[in-house]
């Protein structure tokens, strides 16, 4: 910009898109089986990874064939254009007016919650047999007590007093055989 405000000139610079998608992807961590498309503000492909994987070039792949968002930011679900099922989120980098889709196939990314589902399912399984045992043998402390207290009661209810009522444990019932 020369004095008066006014243009002089333009640098121009030719950008290397190999160049720039061999440190992309250096730079990049991956996942198995996840796909990364960035595109620039016109739509054009700089990075694909979907279709390396599958044997296809890059310059195949559509931007009509990418997920559509709404906004700048965000996730969704969707079939790529390698027609797997994934999860993607997208960035867009508003100096560059590029955008970035990091695609993870369902498989992969719910992984760690399928692992997590199977050691909680085990666990729930093994409280749950406690659990059921105790009460099984809780219950039949409680109903031996009260089988006990009732022969003893129908004992004394025909006439023989010198019935004895003998339970164990700690609780009202003893304290009700004692009173007999």
């Known amino acids: 910009i020369g004095s008066g405000n006014r243009q002089v000139g333009v640098i121009g610079m030719p950008l290397n898109l190999a160049k720039v998608r061999e440190r992309i992807m250096k730079s990049l961590p991956r996942l198995d089986g996840a796909s990364i498309t960035i595109a620039d503000s016109k739509n054009n492909i700089i990075v694909c990874t979907a279709l390396e994987q599958s044997g296809g070039p890059c310059e195949t792949v559509s931007p009509q064939a ?30 560059a007016g590029w955008r970035v889709i990091i695609g993870v196939p369902h498989k992969v990314a719910y992984q760690p919650a399928y692992a997590f589902s199977r050691h909680y399912l085990i666990v729930l399984f093994i409280v749950s047999a406690l659990a059921l045992i105790l009460s099984y043998l809780l219950s039949r402390r409680i109903t031996g007590n009260v089988s006990t207290l009732i022969a003893g009661l129908k004992e004394i209810e025909q006439g023989n007093l010198s019935t004895t009522l003998t339970l164990t444990g700690h609780d009202e019932l003893q304290e009700v055989s004692e009173s007999f």
């Open 66 to 95: 990418l997920p559509s968002h709404e906004g700048i930011n965000g996730s969704m679900e969707g079939k790529g254009p390698d027609g797997i099922e994934r999860l993607y989120s997208y960035a867009g980098l508003s100096r």
